[in-house]
């Protein structure tokens, strides 16, 4: 009886991947704000859970789809700690693909973003890893 469930759950859970959230042009907006890494999937398949994060993406767009993400760290009082290091980020669309650039004084590289909406992320890398990113909640003090 257990398998017969797990088996349902799972048939459940792969529908709802499988029929994800289509990027449209007026999600774009949604990057904006703060990400932490939820899960990665590996390209074998195998997943990574994040359940605490260190670092926060911070994104900030303009209506144009340019911008920055920035690397922060959130602090035990609910604010963030930041350095200089930006990334500039474009987000373009290709065929019926949106892709988020990246580029810095370094590298550039680009990420297929999957899915959007205002509380979940998935991006897909050119090495085949996916993305799950949500919005953090922040520390409180108790």
């Known amino acids: 009886m257990k398998r017969l ?8 859970s792969l529908l709802f991947i499988g029929c994800g959230h289509q990027v449209k042009e007026e999600n774009i907006k949604d990057i904006n704000g703060y ?4 899960k990665v999937k590996l390209p074998d398949g195998s997943e990574k859970d994040y359940d ?9 767009l303009d209506s144009n789809g340019k911008g920055f993400r920035k690397k922060v760290m959130p602090q035990i009082d609910g604010s963030y700690e930041t350095n200089d290091v930006v990334e500039n980020v474009q987000v ?8 988020i ?6 590298a ?3 990420e297929q973003l999957l ?12 090495h085949n890893l996916t993305y799950t ?7 409180s003090k108790k």
Do not use: A, C, L
């Open 108 to 110: 550039s590289w680009k």
């Open 5 to 12: 469930i797990y088996s349902f759950i799972i048939s459940i």
């Open 35 to 38: 990400w932490e890494i939820e």
């Open 52 to 60: 605490i994060n260190t670092t926060v993406d911070f994104f900030e």
């Open 133 to 139: 990113y949500k919005r953090p909640i922040p520390f």
């Open 92 to 99: 373009k669309k290709e065929k019926d693909e949106y892709w």
């Open 101 to 106: 650039e990246y580029k810095t004084e370094y």
């Open 115 to 126: 899915s959007i909406d205002q509380n979940n992320m998935v991006v897909k890398n050119t």
